[in-house]
């Protein structure tokens, strides 16, 4: 079983950096397609990003596209989320979540879920 965690949150001005990690200390997260999601007060659970086991594939949602970037390093077995110029409505909870097979954009083809971590971007 995969045991998602999340790091890397905090507060940042807009038009700032945060890279977001996630790792799992259990079994690998290599054979496994990662996702990140996010759920901001009040709203539901959205897509972020997502990409294969190999990192050959890679999903973005609109509103992040050119501004954030999904990578993995399974020799870390780790994957990133870089997030840049980020804006308020970027504020949210982050959340890692992994699945077998292939990456998805729909958050209940997920598995397993990290407890997530926040975001806070300042105006």
């Known amino acids: 079983q995969v045991q998602p965690v999340e790091s890397g949150g905090g507060l940042v001005q807009a038009g700032g950096s945060l890279r977001l990690s996630c790792t799992t200390s259990t079994r690998t997260l290599s054979d496994h397609a990662v996702g990140w999601f996010r759920q901001a007060p009040g709203k539901g659970r959205e897509f972020v990003a997502a990409i294969n086991w190999g990192g050959a594939v890679t999903y973005y949602a609109d509103s992040v596209k050119g501004r954030f970037t999904i990578s993995r390093d399974n020799a870390k077995n780790t994957v990133y989320l870089q997030m840049n110029s980020l804006k308020f409505e970027d504020t949210a909870v982050y959340y890692c979540?992994?699945?077998?097979?292939?990456?998805?954009?729909?958050?209940?083809?997920?598995?397993?879920w990290g407890q997530g971590t926040q975001v806070t971007v300042s105006s």
């Open positions: 979540a992994a699945k077998f097979s292939t990456a998805s954009m729909v958050a209940t083809l997920y598995n397993y």
